[in-house]
Every structure is written in structure tokens, then in C-alpha cells.
């Protein structure tokens, strides 16, 4: 069974930085390109970085580009999501996906991890 | 980047009927990579729908995707009780990927 389990989410100041990481389970991780999403409460769902399987290539939205940086150890199978300068509007779930083989989308999630950024 | 829009904002049906959810997309999605995701309180979102049509595993065939190009449907056949959720569409065919705001199916 292919399972992600987030960690690394809490409060955070604006200003500050956070690592989130989401370990994999189930599933040849080093094969497949994984995403990490958020949403804010209350709202819908914003794709906040790609990063590729064997490729490694890394894609982020305008939102994020410059403060979060999206990596991978297959070593250890975790993504990792780095976020610096935080602001207010940043405060959200934050969920990893994997991306399926082919033309299938992000099929396995995580349950999410909750990030808020508070003064 | 691609917006896509979801119509309607709410839905509001009973059980047994059919649901017809509708999302435009602003520039043609790249080889119909347009998916379905139902999402519940609390939870992740579930993927239904990939390539537009195709369903995920262990989907049941009461949903459907259809559309190509810029107009898409994701129809559910008879409502049941665990249906009620919120859904969204999403396009990964060009990066950044991007989701539609979401249609709420509620009980009337």
C-alpha cells in the first residue's frame, strides 16, 4: 500500500522558515515525480511545487518562486519542501502527492500538515 | 499561467440524481491532462478522473469525465450519500499546474 506521512508544520512568525518533509512508503520513490500542495482554510487547493523522478527538475508557482525550494533524498524516500521568508498568506495545509506514470495525476496523498504563520 | 473555471459554485441535489460539474479552462489543456478530485471535510483530496476520462483505480462507474481542448465535464450518474463532497478539477499538463476554485455538491 502506497502511503505519504507529512511532518514539519506548526507556528511560525512572518519572517521565518520552515522544513517540511514527507516520507514515502509502497512505491519505487526514486521513479516518480512528487508535488507538494497546500490549502489555505476555507479555500481551494494551489500547487506550490513539482519536482521531477529520475530528472530531478523542479517547477514552482509564481506564489512561492524565490522562498520555497522543493527537494528529494531517494536515499531516505522524502520530499522535502524548504520555506523561507514566510508570510501570513502562506498559513495552510500543506499536502505531498505522487505524480502517476504516464497521464495519471497526482493518485497518493498524504493527510496533510498544518503550517500557519502568526505573529 | 492557466486558469480554470468551475461552474457551478454549489450544487444542490438529492440522492439519486444526476450531477453535471463543468470546468473551463483558459488555453487548451496539453494532451488532456485534466483530472477530478473529490474532497470531504478533513481530508485529502481523492483522485477520480485522469486524462480527462479515464478513471482512477477503484473509482466507481457512476462518475465520468468527458471534454477536450478547453471545455470538460465531470458527471456523476446517481448521486449516492457519500457523494456529497466538494470537487475539483485540475490541469498538469503545463506547469505551474493549476485547480479550478471547486463546485460544492450538497444535499437539497
Known amino acids: 500500500e502506497e502511503q505519504l506521512l507529512e511532518s514539519g508544520g506548526g507556528l511560525v512568525q512572518p519572517g521565518g522558515s520552515l522544513r517540511l518533509s514527507c516520507v514515502a512508503s509502497?512505491?519505487?520513490?526514486?521513479?516518480?515525480?512528487m508535488v507538494w500542495v497546500r490549502q489555505a482554510p476555507g479555500k481551494g487547493l494551489e500547487c506550490v511545487a513539482i519536482?521531477?523522478?529520475?530528472?530531478?527538475?523542479?517547477y514552482y508557482a509564481d506564489s512561492v518562486k524565490g522562498r520555497f525550494t522543493i527537494s528529494r533524498d531517494n536515499s531516505r524516500n522524502t520530499v522535502y519542501l524548504q520555506m523561507n521568508t514566510l508570510r501570513v498568506e502562506d498559513t495552510a495545509v500543506y499536502f505531498c502527492?505522487?505524480?502517476?506514470?504516464?497521464?495519471?495525476?497526482?493518485?497518493?496523498w498524504g493527510q496533510g500538515t498544518l503550517v500557519t504563520v502568526s505573529s | 499561467e492557466i486558469v480554470l473555471t468551475q461552474s457551478p459554485g454549489t450544487l444542490s441535489l438529492s440522492p439519486g440524481e444526476r450531477a453535471t460539474l463543468s470546468c473551463g479552462v483558459s488555453?487548451?489543456?496539453?494532451?488532456?491532462?485534466l483530472a477530478w478530485y473529490q474532497q470531504k471535510p478533513g481530508q485529502a483530496p481523492r483522485l477520480l478522473i485522469y486524462?480527462?476520462?479515464s478513471r482512477a483505480t477503484g473509482i466507481p462507474d457512476r462518475f465520468s469525465g468527458s471534454g477536450s481542448g478547453t471545455d470538460f465535464t465531470l458527471t456523476i450518474s446517481r448521486l449516492e450519500p457519500e457523494d456529497f463532497a466538494v470537487y475539483y478539477c485540475?490541469?498538469?499538463?503545463?506547469?505551474?499546474?493549476?485547480f479550478g476554485q471547486g463546485t460544492k455538491v450538497e444535499i437539497k
Open positions: 502527492a505522487k505524480r502517476g506514470r504516464g497521464l495519471v495525476a497526482a493518485d497518493s
Open positions: 509502497g512505491f519505487t520513490f526514486s521513479t516518480y515525480a
Open positions: 519536482i521531477g523522478g529520475l530528472d530531478d527538475n523542479t
Open positions: 488555453q487548451s489543456v496539453i494532451s488532456n491532462c
Open positions: 486524462g480527462a476520462s
Open positions: 485540475l490541469q498538469y499538463g503545463s506547469t505551474p499546474w493549476t
